[in-house]
């Protein structure tokens, strides 16, 4: 065995021992339930990344998207269990239910006229694929959109191919950025902190 195979199977072993240890630690992270762990390769950026441009727009969008992804993006929810239940986890947009990642990407009526817009090109861009049955099959419930929404590399199988996958993943970086671009402006007209 030569220097360079060598090198090639030292890199290969510490890929898969990161790559297990990964897996293994990210099923007990509750913020992390929304990433697709399976579809994540050490030494390769996630489809979120892989979608995008190097524009600082795409940039900027595919930051919040990732935040959203990895659980690290500041919600009501997270804010009402850092402070030991001291504030409340209910949406202070709307005051309706709890602020999680399901009610701001599918149920906040504020977000509503970001979130249709977004959503319909979404669903358009999808049936193009996998046709309406199909929609229909997989995205019944807020639960999966959220899925969709957060991590479509978790229905990578479904969209049949990667450059599908990187043409929706991009216009859900977009929804995400557009949905906590409005939900910025809310929170400063209502003069929520």
């Known amino acids: 065995m030569n220097k360079l195979q060598w090198k090639h199977q030292y890199k290969i072993a510490i890929n898969n021992y990161w790559s297990k240890t990964y897996k293994d630690q990210s099923a007990n992270k509750s913020t992390l339930k929304h990433l697709c762990v399976d579809q994540v390769e050490i030494g390769k950026p996630h489809q979120i990344w892989q979608s ?3 524009s600082v727009t795409e940039v900027k969008r595919s930051i919040n998207h ?3 992804a990895t659980g690290t993006y500041l919600l009501q929810t997270n804010i009402a269990k850092f402070s030991n239940n001291k504030e409340t986890a209910t949406c202070p947009l709307c005051g309706l239910e709890e602020e999680d990642m399901t009610h701001m990407l599918t149920s ?3 977000l509503h006229g970001v ?3 977004h959503l319909l090109r979404l669903k358009n861009i999808i049936i193009g694929y996998i046709g309406l049955r199909q929609w229909n099959e997989f995205f019944s ?3 999966s ?3 969709l929404i957060v991590d479509p590399s978790y229905y990578s199988k479904t969209m049949k191919s990667l450059s599908n996958l990187a043409h929706i993943t991009k216009a859900t970086s977009e ?3 557009e949905i906590h671009h409005k939900r910025l402006i809310l929170k400063l007209e209502l003069n929520i902190t």
């Open 108 to 110: 906040c009526i504020l």
């Open 145 to 147: 959109i959220t899925q």
């Open 52 to 54: 995008i441009g190097s």
């Open 141 to 143: 419930d807020k639960q």
């Open 66 to 68: 990732c935040r959203i």
């Open 115 to 117: 979130r249709k817009t």
């Open 175 to 177: 929804m995400c950025y």
